[in-house]
């Protein structure tokens, strides 16, 4: 059931996810389109979320903007200074500014990197992670993993395990989605792109995501005159995923722009994003089991034991 209402404020709007956002050029949303898709969100009852460009947006956009609850999703570069105080999300594109989040400890930040930053600096997770509500990491070129990358991500998330545990034990809870989101969930909770949420963009027409609109404008699901027509809208549901309705990857992004982009089906991930899901599923497997050597955590928490990574190769027991 749709949930959410993500709303490009421009064309330049921050990604927070797998996908780059080329788009250089100032592309702001119509002012008439930006009160058209809030008042959808409205009238459908939906949690909207506003995805900012870098630069300030005018003040009768920013009146807009606040007539309605929401949330704000701003990059770390964004020139608006003032939106750093009001954002819930702040996106990191890169490690050098990192320590920019330290000013602001009660934000939920995003860091976009590639796997090999992530393997050179991961060190640098320990001291963030003690200082910030919550940190989603997000690896930008998941699809290039090879046997050697799964070994070297499986020994940084061992590491990054026994940072989180310490902390436990100090009586901090840092939240970090690789490894902490797949003890507290009990069900599957995915990016939820054209199921649960959809994107209205720049030009007034909806998308299953921010993604799609940038790879063909024309892959648009509707628009606010409209309204929606999702087509064949049952395979964005984990329903009909034939891997995934057996998985519990549970923290699993399953990002259907990654999914058609590498398989060709947006309901079916590649072997690379199961493997790196399911090593993040065992390694937070390992980190619940080191947490409760020092008292009672979650007792009704279970995450079983498995001898694969890739659930595909259980198709046939399935």
């Not at 100032?26 to 630069?55: H, S, T, W």
């Not at 027409?205 to 409209?226: L, P, Q, S, T």
């Not at 020092?294 to 990574?309: A, R, S, V, W």
């Amino acid at each position: 059931m749709l949930q959410y209402l993500i709303i490009l404020l421009d064309d330049t709007s921050t990604s927070y996810c797998h996908y780059e956002n080329p788009k250089k050029d100032a592309g702001l949303i119509p002012l008439n389109i930006l009160k058209a898709g809030i008042r959808f969100g409205m009238v459908e009852n939906l949690m909207i979320q506003f995805v900012y460009p870098d630069y300030e947006l005018p003040g009768e956009y920013k009146e807009a903007i606040e007539s309605i609850d929401h949330s704000k999703i701003v990059s770390s570069l964004c020139n608006d200074k003032s939106l750093a105080d009001e954002a819930d999300v702040i996106v990191f594109h890169d490690w050098s500014g990192i320590s920019y989040a330290m000013t602001f400890p009660d934000k939920s930040y995003v860091l976009r990197t590639t796997k090999a930053k992530l393997f050179e600096r991961y060190l640098f997770l320990k001291e963030f992670l003690s200082k910030v509500a919550r940190l989603n990491i997000v690896i930008t070129d998941i699809e290039t993993f090879d046997d050697g990358d799964y070994e070297q991500y499986k020994l940084i998330l061992h590491t990054l395990s026994e940072n989180i545990e310490k902390m436990y034990v100090d009586g901090l809870a840092p939240q970090l989605n690789l490894l902490t989101d797949r003890i507290m969930l009990k069900e599957m909770n995915n990016c939820g792109a054209g199921d649960t949420n959809i994107t209205l963009a720049p030009n007034g027409k909806f998308y299953i995501c921010h993604a799609f609109y940038i790879e063909n404008e024309d892959d648009c699901i509707g628009d606010v005159k409209r309204g929606l027509d999702i087509k064949n809208k049952q395979l964005y549901k984990l329903k009909y995923s034939p891997i995934c309705s057996h998985c519990d990857a549970y923290q699993c992004k399953r990002c259907v722009w990654l999914n058609r982009k590498t398989t060709l089906e947006v309901n079916t991930p590649s072997h690379e994003q199961c493997v790196v899901a399911h090593l993040e599923r065992n390694s937070s497997c390992e980190l619940l089991k080191s947490i409760r050597k020092h008292g009672k955590f979650l007792p009704e928490t279970e995450i079983q034991e498995i001898d694969y990574l890739d659930p595909f190769d259980k198709r046939k027991e399935w």
